[in-house]
């Protein structure tokens, strides 16, 4: 799928597995949803720039690579996105966070704004959104829209689960922002749900209904 990369690492899927099992705890899911954040992180940021710098080891002078440019700033749709927020963070603690809240309004599945706070030089640096479902990809369309507004230009998109539909219209409004994925299921359902899925990953994050 064109823009579109599928994480098959052993531990992704397996770890993807135990999430869809609906018998997985509250607690369960949301340290699941952590560990393949960390795992998803690893994957995305793969192909970042390196510079060489000198340094000195415990026996000598040495010239070594460290990642280019400014901080990445992670950027996670409230409020599911923050389950991936902490494993990321683990891999690159200097990352900034840039929060975007948006619900889905029931009636018409389309994303509604109610907060926004992110770094003033986004233009500077790689933005990596992350949302644990791609599934009409309203919220992601208008989340990326106003990074967009604000100077992103290096936008990602990282999420755990995707339909086809929302890849589609995701692609279509930003072909410039890659996805990675550990998978892209069968379909929505009449409700905006993945089918099969795992169901709403903020209500089992959380334990809410």
Not at 2 to 20: A, E, S, Y
Not at 67 to 77: C, D, T
Not at 112 to 121: H, L, M, Q, R, T
Request: glycine content about 8%.
């Amino acid at each position: 799928m064109d823009g579109v990369t599928i994480v098959t690492h052993p531990l992704v899927q397996h770890k993807l597995t135990l999430m869809r099992d609906k018998a997985r705890s509250t607690k369960g899911f949301r340290q699941l949803l952590n560990e393949i954040g960390m795992l998803l992180c690893y994957e995305v940021t793969r192909d970042l720039p390196l510079e060489q710098v000198e340094i000195e080891t415990p026996l000598g002078a040495m010239t070594a690579p460290v990642i280019a440019g400014k901080k990445l700033v992670f950027a996670p749709i409230l409020r599911a996105g923050v389950g991936f927020l902490d494993g990321m963070l683990s891999l690159v603690p200097a990352a900034r966070v840039a929060h975007i809240g948006l619900y889905r309004d029931p009636e018409t599945l389309t994303a509604v704004e109610y907060y926004f706070k992110a770094p003033s030089d986004l233009a500077e640096r790689l933005v990596v959104v992350m949302d644990p479902m791609l599934a009409t990809a309203n919220s992601a369309v208008a989340a990326i829209d106003r990074l967009k507004e604000h100077g992103a230009r290096d936008i990602r998109f990282v999420c755990l689960l995707a339909a086809p539909e929302g890849v589609r219209k995701l692609r279509a409004a930003h072909p410039d922002v890659h996805i990675w994925t550990a998978s892209v299921d069968s379909h929505l359902n009449d409700h905006g749900y993945i089918v099969p899925g795992l169901g709403d990953a903020g209500d089992r994050m959380y334990g809410t209904k």
